[in-house]
């Protein structure tokens, strides 16, 4: 019969290295399971602990349980403070107490495990050595043989099973005899906060140290008296395993032995005032479903098969490359999807419509879904909502493998206050900084990172270098970036202290937006950062060594805006707001832009693009089609959140996600979305193929004005080029009347033009009006000078509508 498991758990584990770790006696269920059995917790709730039955003996003194052990020597005793740090969780080095530690006298062993009823040296020479019961959980002996070094030995350790009637034996490794399992240059860097591989340092590892398998718990925490180990494995009771503090680092270690991935735990931090709290691991890379919120061992078996992708990615820099980004909030795209049942269908619906790159909204473990992401818990952790670290490797990895690029977004500017998270984290001010009014985020209820501690900075540099190297991530977009810039974002005057120089900037943020940068484009060839910067700061995408800020893109805010207020405007008022639609090309190549039309766009009242627009329902998907075709012909990337490339007239909610219905052949107006999804499929196909619309967005001579002054007739016309000056023509009527006989100014060595895309063409659900007939609609320019050129076109311009033409 399989014996009950203790009360008090020690995983057993096995001599030879590199075996794996046998499980309990009892078989550990899945995290899956364990969060399922578990009653529901809130997020700042401690994990459920199941109270250990009582012991069968009370606790004795050592000297009444000398009496009872006759012939059993005990260890010379523990001073009362430091028994009493020990147990009480606030020692700084328990190695120096616990374990084998060799003497005048002999060798002195301690053992410390609570509840249990006896424990046992197992010594190479077959004896069972029993441990003098000291009280509280502590056990030792003293072997009076002289011996310079300390025997080998491991633990047997005895305790009562649940119901009382019997006992169980488990065999281990005793972890306190052990030596460190992290090394001198890892506590070097990262005292000097330059450790740019930081999660492999910190954090749980199973690895195998000194011949024994088992797992290196590490965690940085300078203000804490003391650390301990609490987990499934210990019934969330860390006082049989406090942690070593290792100098002047601040790190915290103890390697734990049988202990494999799939287990959960917490740190449990005594704090400079004495109180104790369970946090959770900062560098955790994988945790529980939430509302729990442990931390879960983990480690990674993924084989990647992307490798083609990464060795072409880095052929030619982003911004001279095509760009066209889905953005997407995963967990709603396609609700109750994990990430592998979303690798079968993601994919495959991004490269039929033609985008380059999928955007995906935060996905670092956070506890409040309603945030969508932007109040970050677990840094290092992709959100166990949908699946296992491993699973979300195989979806990027699918999404590599269709041709796609990967960019998330990332929260560096602040994290929320939950009690088991970073906001204090080891009793004092750690991750936020140490002034009240320079950590207290005005907006959003949160904390902002303190960016002059070397250490935070590190932890944010090294976090944007783990997503790109731990799991192929192809482009960071960093969130918030203006308000870690500013030290006066968001508050009154007298709100806020001016830096060293007596400016508004934050020095420390900007110090730390460059380094990251500039690590990140060092470690990881052809992975780009974007920055989501709403400001006029200069040189936000200039380079690091040329005093810039060092990012490869930045969201065009001011354009998205613009546009955005010009199109909600009846046509007949459009005429006054004409320079709306113009202004950005004033101010167009002091950056490299990505015009962005987003899921901040579309919710909260704002309304869906298409809602947006004004008219009745033919004008406002004309309208919807018309501004799509401008976008993606004007300079600069292009994103467009999910669901409204079918026209979606409802706001987005995170609660159900795209209104797919909308495209079912069953419904009526089914051809009314269809049509626009049909159009940013040609849109794509036809960007994707013309360098002449993304390979100069950067450079002045990709772009210049055919006609920008056209107010009266809400018509904007321009020509784009390419590096060897091969044309396109992209013409916007944004007014609701066909305008026949329209003459625009063409390049004069182009014999022939070719209609490459009309928005009102019927298939997209235009009216069909084109230029020419048949199956290539064709324009032949006449030598007539007009708008400063010596030819000309004369074209017919459908109502609410864009026109695309190039060499035929």
């Known amino acids: ?162 119901d009382g009637r019997g006992v169980h034996e488990v065999e281990t490794h005793d972890p306190y005899r052990l030596l460190p399992s992290l090394g001198e240059l890892d506590l070097h860097l990262i005292g000097e906060g330059r450790h740019e591989e ?170 409040f879904g309603g945030s969508w992401g932007y109040q970050v818990t677990g840094f290092y952790a992709p959100t166990s909502r949908m699946g296992s670290p491993d699973d979300f490797r195989h979806l990027i990895d699918a999404l590599h493998r269709a041709g796609i690029g990967v960019i998330m977004d990332w929260v560096p500017a602040h994290f929320p206050r939950d009690e088991w998270a970073l906001a204090e984290f080891d009793g004092r001010p750690l991750y936020e900084h140490a002034d009240p009014a320079r950590a207290a985020h ?104 040329s005093g810039g800020l060092g990012f490869g893109l930045k969201w065009n805010m001011g354009w998205m805006h613009d546009s955005l207020e010009y199109m909600v405007r009846e046509p007949v008022h459009r005429k006054f707001h004409h320079h709306e639609m113009t202004f950005a090309m004033v101010y167009a190549y002091s950056e490299n832009y990505v015009l962005p039309i987003s899921h901040d766009e579309v919710v909260h009242g704002k309304r869906a693009l298409v809602g947006k627009m004004p008219g009745d329902w033919w004008q406002q998907r004309a309208n919807h089609r018309a501004y799509l075709g401008f976008m993606w012909s004007h300079p600069g990337k292009q994103l467009l959140f999910m669901g409204q490339e079918f026209a979606q007239g409802a706001e987005w909610s995170e609660s159900h996600g795209p209104d797919w219905w909308l495209l079912d052949p069953s419904y009526a107006a089914e051809p009314d979305h269809r049509g626009v999804r049909h159009l940013v499929r040609d849109l794509n196909a036809v960007y994707g193929a013309t360098p002449a619309l993304w390979e100069r967005d950067s450079a002045p001579d990709g772009f210049a004005w055919i006609d920008a002054d056209a107010a009266e007739d809400n018509v904007f016309a321009y020509l784009r080029f390419d590096a060897a000056r091969h044309p396109l023509v992209a013409v916007s009527n944004f007014s609701p009347v066909v305008r026949e006989g329209y003459r625009l100014g063409v390049p004069e060595w182009i014999p022939t033009w070719e209609e490459v895309l009309n928005t009102d063409e019927s298939r997209y659900g235009g009216a069909g009006i084109r230029n020419g007939s048949g199956e290539r609609a064709t324009v032949h320019p006449e030598p007539t000078p007009s708008h400063g050129r010596g030819s000309s076109v004369v074209l017919t311009l459908p109502p609410l509508a864009t026109l695309w033409l190039r060499p035929a």
Request: glycine content about 8%.
């Open 1 to 162: 019969m399989t014996p009950a498991r203790p009360p008090y758990h020690d995983t057993p584990d096995t001599e030879a290295a590199g075996a794996p770790a046998p499980t309990s006696s009892v078989p550990r269920p899945t995290v899956q399971q364990t969060a399922a059995a578990r009653p529901a917790r809130s997020g700042t709730a401690k994990p459920a602990r199941p109270a250990p039955p009582v012991r069968k003996a009370p606790v004795r003194t050592a000297r009444r349980q000398a009496a009872e052990q006759p012939g059993v020597p005990a260890a010379p005793p523990l001073a009362p403070e430091e028994r009493a740090r020990l147990l009480g969780g606030g020692h700084h080095d328990p190695h120096a107490v616990l374990g084998a530690h060799a003497g005048p006298a002999g060798v002195a062993v301690r053992v410390l495990r609570p509840y249990a009823r006896a424990v046992a040296l197992l010594v190479p020479d077959g004896q069972r050595l029993p441990l003098h019961d000291d009280g509280d959980g502590l056990f030792s002996t003293l072997l009076p043989e002289p011996t310079a070094a300390v025997p080998e030995y491991r633990l047997l350790i005895t305790y009562d099973t649940p």
């Open 442 to 545: 005005p907006d959003w209820g949160t904390l902002e990172f303190d960016y002059g501690r070397k250490e935070v900075r590190n932890f944010l540099v090294a976090n944007a270098v783990y997503w790109c190297e731990e799991f192929h991530i192809d482009g960071l977009r960093v969130d918030a970036v203006a308000s870690m810039l500013y030290l006066d974002y968001s508050r009154e005057e007298g709100e806020w202290t001016p830096n060293a120089h007596g400016g508004r900037e934050d020095l420390d943020a900007v110090a730390f937006l460059k380094e990251m940068n500039a690590t990140v484009y060092r470690r990881c060839p052809g992975v780009v950062t974007i920055a989501e910067e709403s400001t006029a700061w200069d040189g936000v995408t200039r380079p690091t060594d």
């Open 198 to 367: 930081l999660w492999r340092a910190l954090g749980a590892h199973p690895l195998v140290h000194q011949g024994v398998a088992g797992t290196r718990f590490t965690l940085w925490a300078p203000n804490a008296r003391g650390v301990r180990i609490a987990g499934d494995f210990n019934y969330w009771d860390g006082g049989g395993y406090p942690m070593r503090s290792l100098g002047s680092s601040g790190v915290w270690e103890l390697f734990l032995p049988g202990i494999d991935a799939g287990a959960l735990y917490k740190f449990e931090i005594a704090r400079p005032d004495g109180t104790h709290t369970l946090r959770a691991d900062p560098m955790a890379r994988h945790t529980e479903v939430p509302p729990a919120n442990a931390s879960v061992v983990t480690r990674s078996h993924h084989v990647w098969q992307d490798e083609e992708w990464l060795a072409r990615r880095s052929g030619r820099p982003a911004h001279e490359g095509p760009m066209s980004v889905y953005e997407v909030h995963l967990a709603s795209w396609r609700p109750g999807l994990t990430y592998r049942q979303l690798a079968e269908q993601l994919p495959s619906y991004v490269k039929d419509l033609g985008f380059t790159h999928v955007e995906m909204m935060p996905l670092a473990e956070h506890p």
